[in-house]
Structures are given as C-alpha cells and as structure tokens.
C-alpha cells in the first residue's frame, strides 16, 4: 500500500478533509480548570470560547503522549501501509513533534519520517495536504516527506491578538515584547518565523490590523496564486472581510476560512484573526 499521512489536531483541516483523504489525526490535550479532554473530540471550540469568556476558568494544552502516537504507528502499519510521514505542528511552540520522533524510533525509525513543519494552524494544514497528495499519487515515502516540507518553507503565517498576555504566560512569546504591546495598548501583528512567533508591528485599532494582515498576505503571494487560510476565535464578520479582501486583490488557488480549534486559541484568544499563505511558486 502507498504511504500513510498522519498529522495533529492543531492542523485545523476543513470538516471532513481528513477522513476523505486517508489523514490519521492525532488529538493534542486541552484541560479547562478542573475538565480535560482532546481537542476536537471531547473539548472543541465552543467549550473553549465559553472558558475564555469565564476569566476565572484557566485553559492550559499539553502534548500527546508518546504513547499515543505510538499506538497511531502500529495500527497504520498492521492495516498494510508501506510507510509513514507524520507531520506536525512547530517544535517550536510545543512538545508534539518530539512525541512523535519519540515514538517513531520506538515503533519503526525506518518506515516512518517525521516532519516538523515550523509553522501552525493550515500552514500545517497545507503542508498535510501537499503530502496527501504526493502520497495519493504513490509517491515514496521521502518523496511525500519532501513534499510536505517544500510546502512548509513557502508558507507565511500572520496573525493579530487582543491581548499578548496568553501568549506569554504559555511561554509562546518573550515578556519583553509582551509587555511592549500592552503598556503601549497597541493591536500587535505577529508572524511565524523559523517555527517561532514574532512581533512583527504594531498598529492602534483592531480593523487597521485587519487590513495590515491583507496587505501582508498580498505581498507574501508574490505574482503567482496562493493557497490562503483565514482563522479567527470568536470573530467570524472580521475573518469574512478579510476573505473577501483578500479574494479581489489576489489569486487565491484554494481560500479557507474557519475558526481555531482549542488548542491554539487557548494560547492566543477571543478575537484573534489570523491569515496563512503559502505560494504556489517560490
């Protein structure tokens, strides 16, 4: 059989894609005060939205255990796949891709790659998927690999928050420039560089970093069509507009707009927007 895709639940796929694809997810850990569950299976967005809102309840994320992979691996392997890539969510913003190098030595180093694509949200998304495609087409195992990390490296990740303050308590960004943002009461614009999250600017109102995020997303797809991903938690009209904006000064070759999941909105909260793309040349 051709070689299997496994990926996280921070990959953010549209409804339904995994499962159509062949895409095996493994499940990151959300606790919401004394609750904790997978994301996606037992604890989902509304849960977490509702968490947030309540400022005493306290949303924490934690890696799947080795194990758990583990147990992904051998099932994927006894149902008669050649090979697995496995590609994962920035090494940089959590434990997920060492859990699975862990577990790939474990079950078979040599029958399964492990990717970590340095990015998040569907710039993991999109590199899932480029491996998909390879692996559809029965492309090897290292064919896929690189597959899914060419992808990754033209993926450009922007994304604005209310507050930095979850970011930094999560250990995601520095308190200097955290601090920064909040004691000038800006709307920090962030980025995803080499797997890590980055101040990138700073404007004063919510809708100029919404239209910064356009402009940014227009400049990163060069000449060519682009992928895009438009996320948000709890802002659905502002993730809309920016769609829509984004949609009449580009070419968008695939153009998704959904809400975070739990994981990822834990850390960066109510009212993040944020803006994924990745060139089809570059």
Not at 21 to 27: D, E, L, P, Q, S
Not at 131 to 146: C, I, L, T, W
Not at 152 to 172: H, P, T, Y
Not at 221 to 250: N, T
Request: proline letters at 4%.
């Amino acid at each position: 059989m051709p070689v299997a895709v496994v990926t996280d639940s921070t990959a953010y796929l549209p409804p339904g894609i995994a499962d159509a694809r062949g895409i095996r997810t493994v499940a990151l850990e959300v606790r919401l005060g004394e609750r904790s569950g997978r994301e996606g299976i037992e604890i989902g967005t509304a849960e977490l939205t509702a968490a947030l809102a309540d400022r005493k309840l306290d949303a924490q994320t934690s890696r799947p255990a080795p194990a758990v992979f583990a147990d992904c691996y051998e099932q994927t392997l006894r149902a008669g796949f050649d090979s697995i890539v496995s590609v994962h969510l920035s090494s940089e913003l959590s434990g997920t891709w060492e859990a699975a190098r862990i577990a790939a030595d474990q079950v078979d180093p040599r029958r399964i790659r492990v990717v970590d694509s340095r990015a998040a949200a569907m710039g993991l998304g999109f590199a899932v998927l480029a491996a998909a495609d390879a692996a559809s087409s029965g492309q090897s195992g290292a064919a896929v690999e690189y597959a899914a990390t060419a992808v990754a490296k033209r993926c450009r990740v922007f994304f604005s928050v209310d507050s930095l303050d979850r970011l930094r308590r999560g250990g995601r960004i520095g308190a200097a420039a955290a601090f920064l943002g909040t004691a000038l009461a800006v709307k920090p614009i962030l980025h995803v560089e080499d797997g890590k999250i980055v101040p990138l600017e700073k404007v004063r109102t919510t809708a100029r970093a919404a239209q910064r995020m356009v402009d940014l997303a227009v400049a990163a797809a060069g000449d060519g069509p682009a992928d895009v991903a438009v996320h948000h938690l709890a802002a659905a009209e502002r993730a809309d507009q920016v769609a829509r904006a984004i949609s009449e000064r580009m070419t968008t070759s695939r153009l998704v707009v959904s809400e975070i999941g739990a994981v990822i909105g834990a850390h960066v909260g109510l009212g993040a927007l944020g803006v994924v793309v990745v060139p089809k040349h570059g």
